[in-house]
Structure formats: structure tokens, C-alpha cells
């Protein structure tokens, strides 16, 4: 099964348009929603509600918010609850690059590979 993945707020544009172009012409979707596309996860959604709502959808979240992301999961997993996984990308990745990261991860790795873990990118 491949993995699914949330986009945090600060991805919604170019990765997302790059996610998007992609699925149009590969036979290897990646299956990506946004912070924002759905009425229980609005924009302006802050960290632990994120957390929450990725692990009820099973959705790794992909992010660049390391400042934050990098304090709540450890907070989320110590109240008991479980995390698909959070990738967390550095500001100066390349759109290519992630999309080439998220895409072999989704397709070559098992969703389990990555609960309950934060991986920073690269």
C-alpha cells in the first residue's frame, strides 16, 4: 500500500501544482491532501489538531515548519496517540528533489516504516 501524505499550509502551493502536474503523467500517483481542503482541518489549523487529524486519516505529514513540528510530535506521541510520520523538509530543498523523495517513499516503503517518526529531508 502506498503511503498517503498531508501537505502542511506552507505547502500548499508550488509542491502541491508539482504533486499535481506529476499524477497527470506518471502511472505512480502520490496520493496528497492539504491543510485547508477539508471543514476539520481549516487553514490556520495549529500543530496538535495537524497531528491529530493525520493520524485518524493515516497521512504522513510533509512539512517545513521545523521550528514547531519538530516539539508537537514528541508531545502527541507522549499523550499515547500514534503518528503516520512527519517529513519534515529543509526551506532550501528543491521542489524536484522532495517530489522525487516523497514519490520513491510512497511507493517503495511500507506505511509502517515511518510511524511515529520525524525525518528530516535531507
Do not use: K
Not at 20 to 49: C, K, T, Y
Not at 92 to 120: K, M, N, V
Amino acid at each position: 500500500m502506498a503511503l498517503l501524505y498531508l501537505l502542511d499550509e506552507n505547502l500548499r502551493g508550488l509542491l502541491w501544482m508539482a504533486v499535481q502536474r506529476h499524477n497527470s503523467q506518471e502511472e505512480n500517483s502520490i496520493d496528497v491532501v492539504r491543510v485547508g481542503d477539508f471543514p476539520d482541518l481549516p487553514l490556520g489549523a495549529d500543530d496538535p489538531e495537524i497531528l491529530l487529524w493525520a493520524e485518524r486519516e493515516g497521512r504522513v505529514l510533509v512539512t517545513i515548519d521545523r521550528s514547531t513540528m519538530s516539539i508537537h510530535p514528541a508531545a502527541h506521541l507522549a499523550d499515547g496517540h500514534s503518528c503516520p510520520g512527519v517529513f519534515s523538509l529543509r526551506r532550501t530543498l528543491s521542489i524536484a528533489a522532495t517530489l522525487d523523495f516523497i514519490g520513491l517513499a510512497a511507493h517503495a516503503s511500507e506505511p509502517g516504516e515511518w510511524a511515529d517518526r520525524i525525518q528530516y529531508i535531507p
